[in-house]
């Protein structure tokens, strides 16, 4: 089973870029990696996936070395909704969601 | 569209007093999930059922019990409730138990053991 580290938390201000990175160096070759946030009080959501190389939608991006031991997750110019917690998840089945990364934005 | 409802959302009860958790969702989804998360720590998987009529344990499955009623309910039982499950609970679906299928969750279940 394929286990993640992540930053406990980080801080940034409004309007800068973010960058959360997931180190999973026993990842397995068919494992994806998905990211999902979650507000206070609320449950997770899903935000984005990939398997390798470079993902983008309207919410993140996701970059992924040709290794795939890690993933960096993308947030362009944050703002203060964009306070949450930050979940890696790697596999194909493990539904772990470990402490994941807490992300303040300041003003 | 409701996705995955839970109910009660939130709920006290007394040491040793048996609850049973409420979900259902209407996305036709495989396969749900029950998680626990105490305060400022990540979720933890309490039970899973990868398809209609299977059940299987999570992380921490002990103190509990589940129940896959249909294809939409997946129940969470605490027959004696105990101060350490204190906590708030998650319902979650997805089309199959992959990894690589979004789970859609509740709003949760704030549950007060005194």
């Known amino acids: 089973l394929a286990k993640t580290t992540q930053p406990i938390s980080m801080d940034s201000y409004e309007g800068q870029e973010v960058n959360i990175t997931c180190s999973h160096n026993?990842?397995?070759?068919?494992?994806?990696i998905t990211w999902y946030q979650q507000f206070p009080s609320q449950g997770p959501r899903f935000i984005i996936q990939?398997?390798?190389t470079k993902v983008t939608n309207e919410v993140a991006s996701l970059f992924i070395p040709a290794d795939r031991k890690s993933s960096t997750l993308s947030l362009p110019r944050v703002s203060l909704s964009d306070t949450a917690v930050y979940y890696c998840?790697?596999?194909?089945?493990?539904?772990?969601f470990g402490a994941g990364t807490r992300l303040t934005v300041k003003p | 569209n409701a996705g995955v409802t839970q109910t009660p959302k939130f709920q006290v009860l007394k040491t040793g007093q048996s609850m049973t958790l409420q979900c259902a969702q209407d996305?036709?989804?495989?396969?749900m999930y029950w998680y626990r998360q105490d305060p400022g720590m990540g979720l933890r998987l309490i039970y899973y059922?990868?398809?209609?009529?299977?059940?299987d344990k999570g992380e921490v499955p002990n103190g509990y019990n589940v129940s896959r009623l249909n294809k939409r309910e997946f129940s969470l039982r605490l027959e004696s409730a105990a101060p350490s499950q204190t906590s708030v609970y998650f319902c979650?679906?997805?089309?199959?138990?992959?990894?690589?299928?979004?789970?859609?969750f509740g709003d949760g279940t704030r549950l007060s053991i005194l």
């Open positions: 979650a679906s997805s089309a199959n138990h992959r990894v690589d299928q979004p789970q859609h």
């Open positions: 026993n990842i397995a070759t068919n494992d994806y």
């Open positions: 990939g398997y390798k």
């Open positions: 998840l790697v596999g194909v089945s493990d539904m772990r």
């Open positions: 996305m036709n989804h495989n396969s």
């Open positions: 059922s990868a398809s209609e009529g299977t059940t």
